[in-house]
């Protein structure tokens, strides 16, 4: 087999703050994923209007933006610490 020469290094580890905006984030996804799929059943009459679904949608996808945006922040942040 390969022999490794190199000092083993602990990986690093995400801070708990990141795993809370990565779930925050899931949740507004599953919420964008149950709004397509309304979406996709209402009825051609529009008793909905599309305007008012679309823009749901787009808040809804705001926060995923915004939840993921603060993984990376937190991550770069620890990242850095640890260089």
């Given at each position: 087999m390969f022999s490794?020469?190199?000092?083993d290094k602990t990986?690093?580890?995400l801070p708990f703050e990141a795993l809370t905006h990565s779930e925050s984030a899931l949740h507004h996804a599953q919420a964008m994923d149950a709004l397509l799929l309304r979406l996709t059943e209402l009825p051609e009459d529009g008793t909905e209007s599309d305007a008012i679904m679309f823009f749901a949608?787009?808040?809804?996808?705001s926060h995923v933006i915004d939840e993921i945006s603060k993984v990376i922040s937190i991550h770069e942040e620890h990242e850095a610490h640890n260089e």
């Open positions: 490794n020469n190199t000092p990986p690093n580890k949608l787009r808040t809804l996808l």
